[in-house]
């Protein structure tokens, strides 16, 4: 029996896909994966059980990841699984940035006498302008940014995408009709709007600053629904008052911009939708189940992707540093002992590496146990069917 402990509330559709061999329990005790969506998880003590954690959205900013790969532990995310939902609040961000609905609303909302009287006479300080025909500019082309990228264009926006890592399905995916524009700073030249679809990192925490919005034409609609730290807020205000940003839209609401006129804080929706919650649950269930029934990796924010038909009776899976002469200890080891490699696959990621080997020889605890006691190997498995 497998273990399965669930931090927050999961769909129950992702649930439903674990079989009488699983047991969804309410304790962390001898559990084998996490699931979590927002839950804190960095002052969590795991147990030595726990093999995967998977998060039912993209962000990861709740787990500790790099501590999970010392303890041998992969994390996955569900890249994409959200995606439809959060364009379709991005376009909703796209035109409410233009055309003063917000604002409108609540307007209108304080009217209590000669209402239609009062509408006519101030409805002209809302006008805002069509977006059909106007340039819009997407950072960042992965599952979300391809889909707003193609939404933008079927709405008639000229539009212009950038990214430099852009992946194979990202390239297949986007309409032949997006331009490709060869730097950042092609789309802050040019672009009426901009809309942010890149990931938190070093490098891209406060890419849009000073120096970014002094390279933007005048009245800038920017529009950011994936993380908050991307924006330079003190910048952003500066540039607000420049009258370079003429509406800010994020969805992540944060001392210092709520009140101001010119930027529009959604509370944090953009995969607040059923379905997307059922996507997500969906994803994170099928990726541990299948980490470990058979130990592919696929989506993994610490671990290299890794997936290997499995024609033997028994599967060795190894998590260990990314080192010279590491495999040859390995299989070092397995011919000393007689083991028969039927397939073998190692592939790395950063400072941390994974290998499967397949085997028809039985493979033993004590087997087990000399491999890792191998320098730098952290995490041994044995599967069979």
């Known amino acids: 029996m497998r273990n399965i402990y669930t931090l927050n509330k999961i769909s129950s559709r992702g649930l439903k896909i674990f079989d009488e061999s699983y047991s969804i329990q309410e304790t962390l005790e001898a559990a084998d994966a996490i699931l979590v969506r927002s839950a804190k998880m960095h002052d969590m003590a795991l147990p030595t059980s726990v093999k995967a954690i998977a998060r039912a959205g993209a962000g990861v900013n709740n787990i ?15 890249p994409g699984a959200n ?25 209108a909302s304080t009217l209590t006498k000669d209402v239609a009287k009062e509408v006519e006479a101030g409805k002209s300080a809302f ?55 060869l730097s950042l ?16 990192t070093s490098n891209t925490q406060g890419m849009f600053n000073a120096e970014a919005f002094s390279k933007m034409k005048k009245s800038i609609r920017l ?29 992540f609401p944060v001392d210092g911009l709520i009140g101001n006129p010119h930027i529009l804080t959604i509370p944090h929706l953009g995969a607040s939708t059923p379905e997307a919650e059922e996507n997500c649950a969906v994803m994170a ?53 007689g083991i028969n490699i039927s397939d073998m696959l190692n592939k790395s990621k950063g400072e941390w590496a994974y290998t499967i080997i397949d085997t028809d020889t039985k493979v033993t605890d004590e087997n087990v146990q000399n491999i890792s006691e191998i320098d730098d190997i952290i995490k041994v498995r044995v599967l069979f069917k």
């Open 64 to 78: 500790p990841v790099e501590k999970c790969a010392q303890q041998g532990i992969v994390v996955f995310n569900t």
């Open 83 to 107: 995606a439809n939902a959060v364009k379709e609040l991005v376009i909703a961000g796209l035109l409410l940035s233009s055309r003063k609905v917000v604002e409108g609303i609540n307007w």
């Open 127 to 181: 006008v805002g302008p069509e977006i059909l025909g106007k340039k819009l500019g997407v950072v960042g082309l992965g599952a979300i940014g391809v889909m707003v990228a193609n939404a933008g264009q079927a709405l008639g926006m000229d539009v212009i995408g950038y990214d430099p890592y852009i992946s194979v399905d990202g390239a297949w995916g986007i309409s032949r009709h997006i331009h490709h524009a």
């Open 185 to 200: 700073e092609q789309i802050l030249n040019e672009a009426d709007y901009i809309t942010i679809h890149v990931p938190l």
């Open 223 to 251: 529009l950011n629904f994936s993380r908050d730290t991307l924006v330079n807020n003190e910048d952003l205000l500066h540039a607000i008052e420049k009258g370079t940003i003429d509406k800010y839209v994020t969805d």
């Open 285 to 337: 269930v099928k990726q541990v189940k299948d980490y470990l029934e058979t130990g592919s990796i696929v989506n993994s924010v610490n671990f290299p992707r890794c997936e290997m038909a499995w024609n033997a009776a028994f599967r060795l899976t190894i998590i260990h540093k990314n080192i010279p002469a590491m495999i040859g200890k390995i299989t070092n080891i397995i011919a000393t002992e």
